[in-house]
């Protein structure tokens, strides 16, 4: 593959889910910052959600598979802490994902994904993973995480 070939690289990480939230891909995510071609290579920028993010481990690992799979051996993926991930990196299409899923995206305000309302009570800071906090809400009474502001 040669430099022309950027865009194909891109829609294979396009197909790598989240490992904790597979209804995304790690692209919809953010957290595939850049795909370079230099000296016959890909190198892959990958910008964890927090330094001691636990998936870092499992976005390599699924990502060196799909690259494998699909024929593509000459690649580098690199871990690069700046600038910080946030959550502005995840566009209005892949907040509209979480929320189907059951998870309230980032956001000024916690709103239950199940109903849409905004009488939402927080129970713990930290809900399913260290990004998200466990919200109830006070009208459908259905517990849910919500993707924390960052």
């Known amino acids: 593959m040669q430099n022309g070939k950027i865009d194909k690289i891109w829609e294979l990480l396009n197909t790598v889910p989240d490992p904790e939230i597979p209804v995304i891909s790690v692209v ?55 600038p910080a991930w946030t959550t502005d990196w995840m566009n209005d ?4 994902k979480l929320r189907k899923f059951g998870i309230a995206p980032p956001s000024n305000k916690v709103i239950c994904p199940q109903c849409n309302s905004q009488n939402t009570t927080l129970i713990s800071e930290f809900g399913s993973t260290a990004c998200k906090s466990l919200f ?15």
């Open 136 to 150: 109830k809400c006070d009208d459908c009474l259905e517990p849910f995480d919500f993707f924390k502001c960052i």
């Open 93 to 96: 299409a892949t907040k509209e």
């Open 28 to 82: 919809e995510l953010g957290v595939i910052r850049d795909v370079q071609f230099t000296n016959n290579s890909f190198l892959i920028l990958i910008t964890p959600t927090y330094s001691g993010c636990p998936a870092v481990k499992t976005f390599q690992d699924d990502i060196k598979t799909c690259l494998l799979e699909n024929g593509i051996e000459n690649f580098e993926l690199k871990i690069v802490y700046s």
